[in-house]
């Protein structure tokens, strides 16, 4: 079992936190598109009890699937089960799926830049709309709060995308958001 730590950063702008992370030694790893979509039965179980299997294309050549668990809160970190593998195909990934029973619930579109500092993660997020935030998963909360301290005072938050969405942005809706 392993576990995603992350929290999101609020109220950013790319250009200034990409100079911090590169002032810190980050380096660029990945920049490009990102289709996400989330499956579940048709009575929405998984979604009900927290959990959510993803297809995510990254780019043109990675397709991740993935299995997220319920989210806990832990000193000031999202932290989910999360079991995740790399497939060749994701159309072909989504057919298996619907063929056991389950059915595609979710799709958006984002533009995502990542960066690596030692074992941190940070991915920065642009959605349609001008819509920007970032992500910073590590293996631990003290890795992610000593990265915070760094990047100088900053919104936090736990919350999951779709949450954010509802509370800083109720007009737009996550759930087909494209480019």
């Given at each position: 079992?392993?576990?995603?730590?992350?929290?999101?950063?609020?109220?950013?702008?790319?250009t200034?936190?990409?100079?911090?992370?590169?002032?810190?030694?980050?380096?660029?790893?990945?920049?490009?598109?990102?289709?996400?979509?989330?499956?579940?039965?048709?009575n929405h179980?998984?979604r009900?009890?927290?959990?959510?299997?993803?297809?995510?294309?990254?780019?043109?050549?990675?397709?991740?699937?993935?299995?997220?668990?319920?989210?806990?809160?832990?000193?000031?970190?999202?932290?989910?089960?999360?079991?995740?593998?790399?497939?060749?195909?994701?159309?072909?990934?989504?057919?298996?799926?619907?063929?056991?029973?389950?059915?595609?619930?979710?799709?958006?579109?984002?533009?995502?830049?990542?960066?690596?500092?030692?074992?941190?993660?940070?991915?920065?997020?642009?959605?349609?709309?001008n819509?920007?935030?970032?992500?910073?998963?590590?293996?631990?909360?003290?890795?992610?709060?000593?990265?915070?301290?760094?990047?100088?005072?900053?919104?936090?938050?736990?919350?999951?995308?779709?949450?954010?969405?509802?509370?800083?942005?109720?007009?737009?809706?996550?759930?087909?958001?494209?480019?």
């Open positions: 079992m392993t576990n995603e730590i992350e929290i999101k950063i609020l109220g950013i702008k790319k200034s936190l990409e100079k911090k992370l590169k002032a810190l030694g980050a380096k660029k790893f990945f920049s490009g598109m990102i289709i996400c979509r989330h499956f579940d039965y048709p179980s998984l009900a009890s927290g959990k959510l299997i993803r297809v995510r294309s990254c780019g043109k050549k990675t397709v991740e699937f993935a299995y997220k668990g319920p989210k806990k809160i832990i000193n000031g970190c999202k932290i989910r089960e999360e079991i995740q593998t790399t497939v060749k195909d994701s159309a072909a990934t989504a057919e298996i799926l619907k063929n056991i029973g389950l059915k595609e619930t979710f799709y958006c579109e984002k533009k995502r830049t990542s960066y690596c500092l030692k074992n941190i993660h940070v991915d920065i997020d642009e959605y349609p709309g819509i920007v935030y970032a992500e910073i998963e590590a293996p631990n909360q003290t890795a992610i709060k000593n990265l915070i301290k760094k990047l100088g005072e900053c919104e936090v938050s736990c919350e999951t995308a779709e949450e954010l969405f509802v509370r800083m942005w109720p007009n737009i809706k996550l759930n087909g958001l494209c480019f």
